[in-house]
């Protein structure tokens, strides 16, 4: 077969799990890989084995192959395999540990050295003089503090010096990573769901008259459910919190108990309804009231988010993921349990107001449609290509 215009480095769902995997970079990859191959794009996914998926497949127009393992030297088996296909351009998806555990690192600058320009979309951004005791503490990080700290400035500074072009997704994270081109996590385009169908979602879901608030995902210490769910033990009978999800793969890996805990201290006042089958993804978006998100400290765009805003699900968010997407005053929610469940309880009284939330979201979700994020990306792969980046990065660093 003929080169691929790009070859993707990503995780990717098994076939007929489209937010499947063990992060959420698998979907964020899947639907990347898509949007690039509607502007005419070949694409070839170089992804990890998965039991459930075999080593190549088609997925539509892209084609899917998966030539290595999780674990040590992943990532230079990645590159290698990318050098093979004779890919025009490489674009690597990276967050910490994504292609195995701690042991998988070290490949990482080797990877970058072997593919020379590649393109880095960093997943996971983070200040190191903001890794304190409290953040080794809210990921679940085996080591101590300083070397949690060394260790993460390490990656975040290989990849700015070996990358052709590095991506983030929101501008609080140029902020550190101050070479980055800013592209925001795309959404999928749907029409908005008119009244009948957000009755039908709800039937179909049991859903009574309550105000139902929505925590969807992986459920991992870094989301910041406890204020959630200590809120909810507040709020009035006409409120419904439904933490939709299961425990993070990387918590299951390491035997963290840490959702099996959350569900037995909070389950006398919330639905935990455990991981959402792929076919019932869109209707808790479409069924929700409100999408409540209370990251404490973002580091990451969140896929969950992109998925409510896709669907014109009202939201709430942290005052400090508010602050991360630019997200208008209006979609800020308190810090305080106490203040959160009056702010749910008057929702539930007013529900006119979720129209102003929705009015407030579809500001947010604006420019961030998949075709002009991929648009993007192919602007970018051509500048990478043409060395106009590697020659700007290299001016800067002089």
């Given at each position: 077969?003929?080169?691929?215009?790009?070859?993707?480095?990503?995780?990717?769902?098994?076939?007929?799990?489209?937010?499947?995997?063990?992060?959420?970079?698998?979907?964020?990859?899947?639907?990347?890989?898509?949007?690039?191959?509607?502007?005419?794009?070949?694409?070839?996914?170089?992804?990890?084995?998965?039991?459930?998926?075999?080593?190549?497949?088609?997925?539509?127009?892209?084609?899917?192959?998966?030539?290595?393992r999780?674990?040590?030297?992943?990532?230079l088996?990645?590159?290698?395999?990318?050098?093979?296909?004779?890919?025009?351009?490489?674009?690597?998806?990276?967050?910490l540990?994504?292609?195995?555990?701690?042991?998988?690192?070290?490949a990482?600058?080797?990877?970058?050295?072997?593919?020379?320009?590649?393109v880095?979309?960093?997943?996971?951004?983070?200040?190191?003089?903001?890794?304190?005791?409290?953040?080794?503490?809210?990921?679940?990080?085996?080591?101590?503090?300083?070397?949690?700290?060394?260790?993460?400035?390490?990656?975040?500074?290989?990849?700015?010096?070996?990358?052709?072009?590095?991506?983030?997704?929101?501008?609080?994270?140029?902020?550190?990573?101050?070479?980055?081109?800013?592209?925001?996590?795309?959404?999928?385009?749907?029409?908005?769901?008119?009244?009948?169908?957000?009755?039908?979602?709800?039937?179909?879901?049991?859903?009574?008259?309550?105000?139902?608030?929505?925590?969807?995902?992986?459920?991992?210490?870094?989301?910041?459910?406890?204020?959630?769910?200590?809120?909810?033990?507040?709020?009035?009978?006409?409120?419904?919190?439904?933490?939709?999800?299961?425990p993070?793969?990387?918590?299951?890996?390491?035997?963290?108990?840490?959702?099996?805990?959350?569900?037995?201290?909070?389950?006398?006042?919330?639905?935990f309804?455990?991981?959402?089958?792929?076919?019932?993804?869109?209707?808790?978006?479409?069924?929700?009231?409100v999408?409540?998100?209370?990251?404490?400290?973002?580091?990451?765009?969140?896929?969950?988010?992109?998925?409510?805003?896709?669907?014109?699900?009202?939201?709430?968010?942290?005052?400090?993921?508010?602050?991360?997407?630019?997200?208008?005053?209006?979609?800020?929610?308190?810090?305080?349990?106490?203040?959160?469940?009056?702010?749910?309880?008057?929702?539930?009284?007013?529900?006119?107001?979720?129209?102003?939330?929705?009015?407030?979201?579809?500001?947010?979700?604006?420019?961030?449609?998949?075709?002009?994020?991929?648009?993007?990306?192919?602007?970018?792969?051509?500048?990478?290509?043409?060395?106009?980046?590697?020659?700007?990065?290299?001016?800067?660093?002089?």
């Amino acid at each position: 077969m003929p080169p691929a215009d790009v070859a993707l480095i990503t995780p990717y769902p098994a076939p007929g799990d489209e937010h499947g995997g063990r992060s959420g970079v698998a979907a964020y990859g899947a639907a990347l890989a898509h949007a690039l191959a509607g502007h005419g794009a070949e694409v070839t996914v170089l992804a990890p084995e998965e039991d459930d998926a075999p080593l190549l497949a088609a997925d539509g127009p892209v084609r899917v192959e998966r030539p290595f393992r999780r674990g040590p030297g992943a990532l230079l088996r990645a590159a290698h395999a990318a050098r093979a296909s004779g890919a025009a351009v490489t674009h690597v998806q990276h967050e910490l540990f994504l292609y195995g555990g701690p042991s998988s690192v070290p490949a990482l600058a080797p990877a970058l050295r072997a593919l020379r320009d590649a393109v880095v979309t960093m997943h996971h951004v983070v200040d190191p003089a903001t890794v304190d005791d409290d953040f080794v503490r809210l990921h679940r990080v085996h080591a101590p503090r300083r070397v949690a700290q060394a260790g993460l400035a390490g990656v975040q500074r290989t990849i700015r010096r070996r990358a052709g072009a590095v991506i983030v997704h929101e501008p609080a994270f140029a902020r550190i990573v101050p070479e980055a081109e800013v592209v925001p996590h795309g959404l999928p385009a749907r029409p908005a769901p008119d009244a009948g169908e957000r009755a039908a979602a709800r039937a179909a879901l049991g859903l009574d008259d309550r105000l139902t608030v929505l925590c969807f995902g992986f459920l991992a210490p870094y989301k910041g459910l406890e204020l959630a769910l200590d809120a909810a033990a507040l709020t009035g009978p006409d409120v419904r919190l439904v933490v939709a999800g299961g425990p993070h793969p990387r918590l299951v890996e390491d035997g963290d108990p840490y959702a099996h805990e959350l569900r037995e201290r909070h389950g006398a006042h919330a639905d935990f309804v455990g991981r959402v089958p792929e076919a019932e993804v869109s209707t808790w978006f479409t069924a929700a009231d409100v999408a409540l998100f209370p990251y404490p400290r973002p580091f990451a765009a969140s896929g969950p988010l992109a998925l409510a805003l896709a669907h014109r699900t009202p939201v709430l968010l942290s005052p400090q993921l508010a602050s991360c997407t630019a997200a208008p005053l209006a979609l800020t929610a308190p810090a305080s349990a106490r203040e959160l469940a009056a702010l749910l309880d008057g929702l539930a009284a007013a529900p006119g107001e979720l129209e102003r939330l929705r009015e407030a979201a579809g500001a947010v979700a604006r420019d961030r449609a998949w075709p002009a994020v991929a648009g993007r990306h192919l602007e970018l792969y051509e500048e990478v290509q043409r060395g106009k980046r590697s020659a700007r990065r290299r001016l800067r660093a002089a």
